[in-house]
């Protein structure tokens, strides 16, 4: 079974907030590359005081990435946020018990 959350999203283009809960404030997103059907390059940004936090995504639909969309997904990310520390780069193991949905289960 697929567990699911209620977000109220509002983009104008490739910028845009998310809100996730209702006394929560929206955080800002950037989609900062896409072909719209395999992969995404999320930024986030935010401010709070003197506290900065950045966060980085490569979405995938595959569970196993293609290593060339990654070394692309990098390139793109030090070319459009060239600050950003990418030591802080994390990948997701798949696999096990995760269920992925295949592209014909998903609308877009």
Known sequence: MVESKDAVATFD????????????PAGD??????D???????????????????Y??????????DES???NA???I???VPDY???NIRRTAHGGSCKYLNGSEVNI
């Open 13 to 24: 283009g490739a910028k845009g907030a998310v809100k996730f809960f209702p006394y929560a």
């Open 29 to 34: 997103y950037e989609v900062l590359d896409t």
């Open 36 to 54: 719209y059907f395999t992969y995404a390059i999320v930024y986030s940004c935010s401010n709070f005081y003197l506290a900065k936090s950045e």
């Open 56 to 65: 980085i995504w490569v979405l995938t639909r595959a569970q196993f990435v």
């Open 69 to 71: 969309l990654i070394y």
């Open 74 to 76: 990098l390139q793109t």
């Open 78 to 80: 030090k070319s459009k």
């Open 85 to 87: 520390d990418q030591t």
